[in-house]
């Protein structure tokens, strides 16, 4: 946006597509700002603007834009509170012969989007928690021909094929403010519609990320939607098998299994020499495990292909295979830079956030080789091709 665009949106108090800020103390009003501009009630197609560093009126606060103010503002995109993710881009502007950090907040094309669990809409100039009736607005702007394919409706499935039970006693409590869903009056179906789980409209459908996350059995719908883990006694998959198992159901499910065969398959060395204190270290450090394998199954592609994801655990590594290759601004070349990451599935992203799987976007893979480092562990190895991504974990020596 031009700076003169810009300059005349800064002065124009009575604009919903403002909001101002002298400072970035408050986050959670920049969070909430940043969500109702997502939203984009007034269906303006057009971004909206945070300028941070600006007074009530325009003027200028004479805040310190600098590059970790910045990189605090661009942060508001991947820590996991606004879902589904913003697209927002952070600059630093000289506005009037003032320094001010400008937020430009691109409209969801999937709305309704949530900070910490309630959804912000601009109400003229000011912010305002939606309505159940503003919440089926935003909902009603999906298009089925626009949709990604996480949330695209499966013709087949209906009502019956989601665990609704699941849905209100232990998804909603986790995923919505207690005080939001102690006032909600919306139907069940609207619910369901509001996450993402049904297409919305009179005949409700369920939709790719439902089924992988309140679905009975995703895999009738979904072939691939499980993981494959084979423990091989050598070091090739000609080797003996020493054991198998097929990880299926939802995601909350087919996770918790898996932390269980993780488990039940990581050996720790005891050490009574080295220090006054015994020291256990495990060969394997189970927060990489864990990270490499949730990453695999978010980011993996569902469409057009049966595969699953693949933990091949050799006597002399362990392999996790993703299928589908980087995806958006990843690619071979930068796949695992610090900073470059991308969604296939963002909202199948949101509803492990919300089931606590996911903290923070954008740092798997620095949080694996942090955890296999701490543990005495060779550094991850990671091969991205267009068809999928290999992880390599290699045991302590």
């Known amino acids: 946006m031009e700076d003169s665009a810009l300059e005349a949106l800064l002065t124009d108090l009575e604009s919903d597509r403002v909001e101002r800020k002298a400072s970035a103390s408050d986050a959670d009003k920049i969070g909430e700002a940043i969500c109702a501009?997502?939203?984009?009630?007034?269906?303006?197609?057009?971004?909206?603007?945070?300028?941070?560093?600006?007074?009530?009126?325009?003027?200028?606060?004479?805040?310190?834009?600098?590059?970790?103010?910045?990189?605090?503002?661009?942060?508001?995109?991947g820590d996991g509170n606004i879902l589904p993710i913003p697209s927002l881009v952070v600059e630093k502007r000289t506005l009037r012969e003032c320094d001010i950090a400008v937020i430009l907040v691109q409209p969801s094309d999937a709305p309704p989007v949530r900070y910490k669990g309630r959804t912000w809409i601009r109400v003229g100039p000011r912010r305002a928690i939606a309505s159940p009736e503003?919440?089926?607005?935003?909902?009603?702007?999906?298009r089925a021909k626009d949709l990604p394919f996480d949330l695209r409706p499966i013709s087949l499935a209906t009502l019956a094929d989601l665990d609704l039970e699941f849905f209100e006693k232990s998804y909603l409590p986790s995923s919505i403010a207690s005080d939001v869903l102690a006032q909600n009056q919306r139907s069940l179906e609207e619910q369901l519609?509001?996450?993402?789980?049904?297409?919305?409209?009179?005949?409700?459908?369920?939709?790719?990320?439902?089924?992988?996350?309140?679905?009975?059995?995703?895999?009738?719908?979904?072939?691939?939607?499980?993981?494959?883990?084979?423990?091989?006694?050598?070091?090739?998959?000609?080797?003996?098998?020493?054991?198998?198992?097929?990880?299926?159901?939802?995601?909350?499910?087919?996770?918790?299994?898996?932390?269980?065969?993780?488990?039940?398959?990581?050996?720790?060395?005891?050490?009574?020499?080295?220090?006054?204190?015994?020291?256990?270290?495990?060969?394997?450090?189970?927060?990489?495990?864990?990270?490499?394998?949730?990453?695999?199954?978010?980011h993996r592609n569902y469409e057009g292909t049966n595969a699953p994801v693949r933990v091949t655990w050799f006597s002399d590594r362990i392999e996790v295979l993703s299928p589908g290759g980087p995806f958006g601004q990843v690619t071979p070349e930068n796949f695992g830079t610090p900073?470059?990451?991308?969604?296939?599935?963002?909202?199948?992203?949101?509803?492990?956030?919300?089931?606590?799987?996911?903290?923070?976007?954008?740092?798997?893979?620095?949080?694996?080789?942090?955890?296999?480092?701490?543990?005495?562990?060779?550094?991850?190895?990671?091969?991205?091709?267009?068809?999928?991504?290999?992880?390599i974990l290699r045991p302590r020596p």
């Open 134 to 142: 503003e919440e089926r607005r935003l909902s009603e702007r999906r």
């Open 339 to 391: 900073g470059v990451t991308d969604y296939r599935n963002r909202h199948l992203a949101e509803v492990l956030r919300d089931l606590g799987y996911v903290q923070r976007f954008g740092v798997g893979i620095e949080i694996t080789r942090r955890e296999m480092a701490r543990n005495g562990n060779p550094p991850p190895e990671f091969q991205a091709t267009p068809a999928n991504v290999l992880a």
């Open 193 to 298: 519609a509001s996450f993402r789980f049904v297409s919305p409209g009179p005949a409700p459908v369920p939709t790719v990320t439902g089924l992988l996350a309140i679905g009975r059995d995703p895999r009738q719908f979904l072939g691939g939607a499980y993981i494959q883990f084979l423990r091989i006694d050598g070091t090739g998959l000609a080797d003996p098998i020493r054991g198998q198992k097929a990880i299926g159901g939802r995601l909350p499910e087919m996770l918790r299994m898996l932390d269980e065969v993780l488990a039940a398959n990581t050996s720790t060395a005891v050490d009574i020499t080295s220090n006054p204190i015994e020291q256990r270290r495990a060969d394997y450090p189970i927060a990489a495990l864990q990270q490499v394998i949730r990453n695999a199954v978010m």
């Open 37 to 77: 501009f997502s939203n984009d009630l007034p269906d303006h197609r057009a971004a909206g603007v945070l300028f941070v560093g600006a007074n009530d009126g325009g003027g200028c606060a004479g805040l310190p834009v600098t590059d970790e103010l910045l990189r605090n503002l661009a942060a508001f995109r």
